[in-house]
């Protein structure tokens, strides 16, 4: 009898957490952001990957992980503060 309880409320704590699937426009975004997001994550590894295997370079690759990190370090303080 228990274990009918704790399955039930699984299910539906899982129901809630995914109904926002339920909506098509809601699948097609996240579909599409999933897609773009692997392909930012696989260019980011092919550029480290071809960084390091051109100049054997440890330091030369954290300098390329670095600069794409550098738009983040400078917009994200002023970005806060517009939010706020």
Known sequence: MESNK???KNATSLEWVLRSLYHKNYRLFFGGQSISLMGTWMQRIAMSWLVYRLTNSAFLLGVVGFSGQIPIL????IAGVLAD
Request: aromatic share 0%.
């Open 6 to 8: 704790i399955n039930s």
């Open 74 to 77: 400078l917009l994200s303080p």
